[in-house]
């Protein structure tokens, strides 16, 4: 029989069957058929009774996804990382140095704060800024209290000894008279009251007066560096209060001692004092005290 050249088709139009290009082993044949029956490696066939199946493709490694897939469990992050779109789980942590997740870096050198921004918290144990009066400081309530126990000192000593004095004279007096027991609550007894109380008046003005007026304070106020300025005039840094306001701050400290010597009423003008040395602990802004009210003054700390 006459074979057409290897080039040619048959006369049906197929190439022969010794003429096909021969297809690798392990592969399956051009066009996505199979043509006759798959061979196993030892070259033996599949039974006939066995459904046959077409060549399985290469198995992928054990632990490993299969091609075009991602990891098992999706695409995993590493440690500290935030997931894609910048949200971390509920409750997570951002890593150290880094920004909240779904926030903006911070920069490390900005100033904190800004328009509109809170003050920083004050720092524990950080004293806050003492209230002041024309950029000076207000002087504590507990360094007055001592610089007029000072100014008391100051001022009792030489009126006891005025007082010692006058008691002399009016024993002297009642012996004079034949008398020698004091009527407590006559009018001798008011009378000798009445003296001494004036007395009191005399030197605790004369004190007070004169160094308010000269040096703007006394000598319980020097030893703490106060200095009593008038809280209408912001230019006063230094030297005395005018001799009015000065004598009204001495007065409404020491007035009350004149009535002294009435019965009941000298009680109560006896506490006077009291409150007033008190009322620059509840009086806000300037701590004033009574007298500082009257005389519309302040104390400061001296610079």
Same mark, same amino acid.
């Given at each position: 029989?006459?074979?057409?050249?290897?080039?040619?088709?048959?006369?049906?139009?197929?190439?022969?069957?010794?003429?096909?290009?021969?297809?690798?082993?392990?592969?399956?044949?051009?066009?996505?058929?199979?043509?006759?029956?798959?061979?196993?490696?030892?070259?033996?066939?599949?039974?006939?009774?066995?459904?046959?199946?077409?060549?399985?493709? !290469?198995? #992928? %490694? +054990? =632990? $490993? *996804?299969?091609?075009?897939?991602?990891?098992? &469990?999706?695409?995993?992050?590493?440690?500290? @990382?935030?997931?894609?779109?910048?949200?971390?789980?509920?409750?997570?942590?951002?890593?150290?140095?880094?920004?909240?997740?779904?926030?903006?870096?911070?920069?490390?050198?900005?100033?904190?704060?800004?328009?509109?921004?809170?003050? !920083?918290? #004050? %720092? +524990? =144990? $950080? *004293?806050?800024?003492?209230?002041?009066?024309? &950029?000076?400081?207000?002087?504590?309530?507990? @360094?007055?209290?001592?610089?007029?126990?000072?100014?008391?000192?100051?001022?009792?000593?030489?009126?006891?000894?005025?007082?010692?004095?006058?008691?002399?004279?009016?024993?002297?007096?009642?012996?004079?008279?034949?008398?020698?027991?004091?009527?407590?609550?006559? =009018?001798?007894?008011?009378?000798?009251?009445?003296?001494?109380?004036?007395?009191?008046?005399?030197?605790?003005?004369?004190?007070?007066?004169?160094?308010?007026?000269?040096?703007?304070?006394?000598?319980?106020?020097?030893?703490?560096?106060?200095?009593?300025?008038?809280?209408?005039?912001?230019?006063?840094?230094?030297?005395?209060?005018?001799?009015?306001?000065?004598?009204?701050?001495?007065?409404?400290?020491?007035?009350?001692?004149?009535?002294?010597?009435?019965?009941?009423?000298?009680?109560?003008?006896?506490?006077?004092?009291?409150?007033?040395?008190?009322?620059?602990?509840?009086?806000?802004?300037?701590?004033?005290?009574?007298?500082?009210?009257?005389?519309?003054?302040?104390?400061?700390?001296?610079?």
């Amino acid at each position: 029989m006459n074979y057409p050249p290897p080039d040619q088709p048959n006369d049906n139009g197929d190439t022969p069957r010794d003429q096909e290009p021969q297809q690798p082993s392990g592969q399956p044949p051009q066009g996505g058929e199979s043509r006759g029956t798959p061979q196993r490696p030892d070259g033996e066939e599949e039974q006939s009774g066995e459904a046959r199946e077409p060549y399985r493709e !290469p198995q #992928q %490694p +054990y =632990g $490993q *996804p299969p091609q075009g897939q991602p990891p098992y &469990g999706g695409s995993q992050q590493p440690y500290g @990382q935030p997931p894609p779109g910048g949200q971390g789980y509920p409750g997570q942590q951002p890593p150290y140095g880094q920004p909240p997740y779904g926030g903006t870096p911070q920069d490390p050198y900005a100033t904190p704060g800004g328009y509109g921004a809170p003050p !920083p918290p #004050q %720092p +524990y =144990g $950080q *004293p806050t800024e003492r209230p002041s009066v024309h &950029g000076r400081p207000l002087a504590e309530w507990w @360094q007055r209290l001592v610089a007029r126990i000072i100014d008391g000192i100051v001022v009792v000593v030489p009126f006891f000894i005025i007082a010692f004095i006058v008691g002399l004279f009016y024993a002297a007096a009642l012996v004079r008279e034949g008398e020698t027991e004091l009527q407590i609550g006559t =009018g001798a007894d008011l009378t000798l009251t009445l003296v001494l109380s004036l007395v009191l008046l005399a030197i605790g003005l004369a004190y007070e007066v004169f160094m308010l007026t000269r040096y703007g304070r006394t000598l319980g106020k020097m030893a703490f560096s106060l200095r009593v300025i008038s809280l209408d005039n912001p230019l006063q840094q230094s030297g005395g209060l005018p001799s009015n306001t000065a004598l009204i701050r001495s007065l409404v400290w020491y007035g009350p001692a004149i009535l002294a010597w009435i019965p009941f009423i000298g009680t109560i003008a006896n506490l006077i004092p009291i409150i007033n040395g008190l009322w620059p602990l509840w009086d806000r802004p300037n701590r004033q005290s009574l007298n500082d009210k009257a005389a519309k003054t302040v104390v400061v700390v001296d610079h």
